[in-house]
T-cell receptor
Framework: KAGVTQTPRYLIKTRGQQVTLSCSPI?????VSWYQQTPGQGLQFLFE???????NKGNFPGRFSGRQFSNSRSEMNVSTLELGDSALYLC????????????FGQGTRLTVV | GIQVEQSPPDLILQEGANSTLRCNFS?????LQWFHQNPWGQLINLFY???GTKQNGRLSATTVATERYSLLYISSSQTTDSGVYFC??????????????FGKGTHLIIQP
């Protein structure tokens, strides 16, 4: 079956702009989580969605937001981009049951100039 | 929040060698996973192992939840094992990637 698909793979934006990233989970998976990876801070949890509801959120400013659609696809949005937002953004999906593993996509590499 | 420490941070081995990677965590967890990040950035799930022992080919993992540590064993290393290995934990019981705290990883280089 198809894996987790993230689009676009690469993105270059200018400081102050906003960006939307997309994540299509594995078919049947209802939980989608987002992570930011930077050389300095490593992998950090942004938020998790299940059945269109945000259940948990990491420690990021309100400029970072997300949503999940009825087909479980998810988007995350970053507004008023800063240079420090340059990172690899990873999305993971799972069945959201105890004992189930996470499957990550290949990520979107965002560069803010 | 939960703190995760991985050791060693870097490891260079010859092909065929065995290795043990360690993950210490600061609080009780319901979710612990090991991942391998390949050179293209994708995280590949190796084990879901909040407790007990599992084996998959040349890889095995053990988590001693009462002592708050997990070990990943790689036997007969191959060059394709190179990459960064991450341990990730979460207090949430829903599995998956919800609220995972990642360690800084062990960067493994296998030389031919």
């Amino acid at each position: 079956k198809a894996g987790v698909t993230q689009t676009p793979r690469y993105l270059i934006k200018t400081r102050g702009q906003q960006v939307t990233l997309s994540c299509s989970p594995i078919s049947g998976h209802r939980s989608v989580s987002w992570y930011q990876q930077t050389p300095g801070q490593g992998l950090q949890f942004l938020f998790e969605y299940f059945s269109e509801t945000q259940r948990n959120k990491g420690n990021f400013p309100g400029r970072f937001s997300g949503r999940q659609f009825s087909n479980s696809r998810s988007e995350m949005n970053v507004s008023t981009l800063e240079l420090g937002d340059s990172a690899l953004y990873l999305c993971a999906s799972s069945l959201a049951q105890q004992g189930t593993e996470a499957f990550f996509g290949q990520g979107t590499r965002l560069t803010v100039v | 929040g939960i703190q995760v420490e991985q050791s060693p941070p870097d490891l260079i081995l010859q092909e065929g060698a065995n290795s043990t990677l360690r993950c210490n965590f600061s609080d009780s967890v319901n979710n612990l996973q090991w991942f391998h990040q390949n050179p293209w950035g994708q995280l590949i799930n190796l084990f879901y192992i909040p407790s007990g022992t599992k084996q998959n080919g040349r890889l095995s993992a053990t988590t001693v939840a009462t002592e708050r540590y997990s070990l990943l064993y790689i036997s007969s290393s191959q060059t394709t094992d190179s990459g960064v290995y991450f341990c990730a934990v979460s207090p949430y019981s829903g599995g998956g990637a919800d609220g995972l705290t990642f360690g800084k990883g062990t960067h493994l280089i296998i030389q031919p």
